[in-house]
């Protein structure tokens, strides 16, 4: 089976404050979308990336000119859509049923080919598949619309998912045909059919830039994070 990785970069952004969607937002002098993508090029059992791109994309092209990957635009309104546009293109493309497909999100562009390597041996002889995660630090609260606490949450099971999330694409199609919108991430919609995806853990730096604030952290990670 080979293994492909799909970037869906069809999302708006809107929590980041940026006024252009944040995949966009250039970290340390590039586009936060070509610092991901150049690390999932220096995967060499990644066979080949496709971005999904919203249909009314108008900056790739000017804001990673010459590209020479797969790129698709079908984007879709939710995550879920644009993913399954993706695995669609990746099926016209030759992929099959049984081959791997590792999504993983344009946001988190502070990925490190090591963690993609280890994900892959984590998860090529699985019968399910997984995900990068870290396991909870902080104790966690659950609070209301006024910002008080209403309980505090058993860590020590909790896990954050990050991506990428590895599934055979016969399975995480399926998977997310059947939840929809619902799914903010692959492994939820797996989950949801019975499986029990592998949490294989990674870095804190792992992480999906999302707040205003988070653009700052992540020009400083990207030159000190080793790989
Ligand atoms: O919104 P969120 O941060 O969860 O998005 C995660 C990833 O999914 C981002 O890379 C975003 O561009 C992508 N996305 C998408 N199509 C959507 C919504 C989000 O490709 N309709």
Same mark, same amino acid.
């Given at each position: 089976?080979?293994?492909?990785?799909?970037?869906?970069?069809?999302?708006?952004?809107?929590? +980041? &404050?940026?006024?252009?969607?944040?995949?966009? =937002?250039?970290? *340390?002098?590039?586009?936060?979308?070509?610092?991901?993508?150049? %690390?999932?090029?220096?995967?060499?059992?990644?066979?080949?990336?496709?971005?999904?791109? +919203?249909? %009314?994309?108008?900056?790739?092209?000017? /804001?990673?000119? $010459?590209?020479?990957?797969?790129? *698709?635009?079908?984007?879709?309104?939710?995550?879920?859509?644009?993913?399954?546009?993706?695995?669609?293109? !990746?099926?016209?493309? $030759?992929?099959?049923?049984?081959?791997?497909?590792?999504?993983?999100?344009?946001?988190?562009? !502070?990925?490190?080919?090591?963690? =993609?390597?280890?994900?892959?041996?984590?998860?090529?002889?699985?019968?399910? &598949?997984?995900?990068?995660?870290?396991?909870?630090?902080?104790? !966690?609260?659950?609070?209301?619309?006024? &910002?008080?606490?209403?309980?505090? =949450?058993?860590?020590?099971?909790?896990?954050?998912?990050?991506? #990428?999330?590895?599934?055979?694409? &016969?399975?995480?199609?399926? %998977? !997310?045909? /059947?939840?929809?919108?619902?799914?903010?991430?692959?492994? +939820?919609?797996?989950? /949801?059919?019975?499986?029990?995806?592998?949490? =294989?853990?990674? +870095?804190?730096?792992?992480?999906?830039?999302?707040? #205003?604030?988070?653009?700052?952290?992540? /020009?400083?990670?990207?030159?000190?994070?080793?790989?």
């Amino acid at each position: 089976a080979r293994c492909y990785a799909l970037v869906p970069a069809a999302g708006i952004g809107e929590r +980041s &404050g940026a006024g252009m969607p944040k995949q966009y =937002v250039e970290i *340390a002098g590039r586009p936060m979308l070509a610092h991901t993508l150049a %690390a999932l090029a220096a995967v060499p059992r990644i066979a080949a990336t496709l971005v999904v791109l +919203s249909p %009314a994309d108008e900056r790739f092209e000017q /804001a990673l000119p $010459g590209y020479g990957g797969w790129v *698709a635009r079908v984007g879709g309104a939710s995550r879920a859509d644009s993913v399954l546009g993706g695995l669609a293109e !990746l099926r016209r493309r $030759g992929a099959r049923d049984d081959d791997w497909v590792l999504v993983h999100d344009a946001a988190r562009c !502070l990925l490190k080919p090591a963690w =993609v390597d280890a994900l892959i041996d984590a998860c090529e002889h699985d019968a399910v &598949g997984g995900l990068l995660a870290q396991p909870i630090a902080d104790t !966690l609260k659950a609070g209301d619309a006024d &910002g008080r606490v209403t309980a505090t =949450v058993d860590r020590r099971d909790k896990w954050a998912a990050q991506t #990428p999330q590895m599934f055979r694409l &016969g399975l995480v199609e399926r %998977a !997310l045909a /059947a939840m929809g919108a619902a799914a903010t991430d692959e492994a +939820s919609a797996v989950e /949801a059919l019975g499986f029990a995806p592998r949490l =294989v853990r990674a +870095s804190m730096a792992n992480f999906k830039v999302t707040w #205003p604030e988070d653009f700052e952290l992540a /020009a400083r990670w990207l030159h000190q994070v080793g790989p």
